[in-house]
């Protein structure tokens, strides 16, 4: 069923995201914190990954988003459709019965962050209007409590493990829209700035269409410390970053960085992907908070505290 949306920004009704019952693992969760992107004109097909934030997270004031990247949002034009899980009466997802949004007016919709390839897609007034429509979506929302701090940074490794969420080109599961997980290492120290900007690398491949995956620290068991020291049992699970950009190399073997597509393209003779990929860090996406504030969208709760100034 698609549902269309004509005006994004008519509403500033918000709705929290739903909290999943029963608790899943994780890494199930995640899955549920992803939605592809799509435009299809004629022949010309564009996609692109955005997951669900909630900024300010306090019980009583949420601003649910989608987060994806700004190269993305351009290449989707005047319109973009996402598809959400269904919810089951039981209030858990429902792999059969999607709900497919269509939003007419997407320029007008998304907002930029002024410095980085990313922006933000509020979606509290999609699932008010599908709310009020008994459409009820089934997702799972990120949250500030997973983006690490400063210090939280400094305490990482060079090289840790992480995981990708995505919707790489045709190659999802359509039939259930589930996402594809990718599974790697961190290819520069998170902690320091890739070439002085907000940015690290992973070693991960990257698909058409990954632009606005979620980059996530996993470790499960056990993984070691910045003291040398081995943390057993449990699970870590930090928001590194999002994906951006891959690197290429040519014939005389100059590596290059350019925006990850959003759509399949013949490599050139002259250039071939190479096994890295360009992420933002996801501090970034705090950053919206005093930007909205300030521009009157939303106001701040009442004790909480931006990260971001």
Known sequence: MTEEITDAAATTALISGNIAQPVLP??????????????????????????????????????????????????????????????????????????????TQFKQAWIPHPDVDVVILPVGPFLTELQNKARLPY???????????????????????????????????????????????????PYID??????????????????????????????????????????????????????VFDVRGNVTIQAAPTQVVLPSSMSVPTNLGVCIRAETVLEFEPMLVKKAIVALPPGYVMRAK
């Open 26 to 103: 994780l890494t199930e969760q995640l899955m549920y914190s992803t939605v592809r992107l799509f435009n299809e004109t004629g022949n010309d097909l564009h996609w692109g990954t955005g997951f669900l934030f909630n900024l300010f997270n306090v019980a009583s004031h949420q601003v649910p988003v989608i987060v994806t990247n700004k190269h993305v949002a351009e290449d989707m034009g005047d319109d973009c459709t996402l598809t959400f899980t269904g919810r089951r009466p039981d209030g858990g997802p429902d792999l059969i019965n999607h709900i497919t949004v269509q939003i």
């Open 139 to 189: 997702f799972v929302t990120l949250d500030q409590s997973l983006i690490p701090t400063g210090e939280e940074l400094k305490a990482l490794l060079p090289v840790e493990q992480v995981l990708t969420v995505g919707f790489p080109g045709r190659l999802w599961d359509d039939t259930h829209n589930l996402p594809v997980f990718h599974r790697g290492f961190t290819a520069s120290a």
């Open 194 to 247: 890739f070439k002085g900007e907000r940015k690290f690398l992973i070693d991960i491949t990257t698909w058409p269409g990954a632009s606005g995956s979620p980059v996530v620290l996993y470790n499960e068991g056990s993984w070691m410390q910045r003291d040398g020291n081995t943390q057993m049992g449990g699970v870590r699970l930090k928001l590194l970053g999002i994906a951006t950009q891959v690197a």
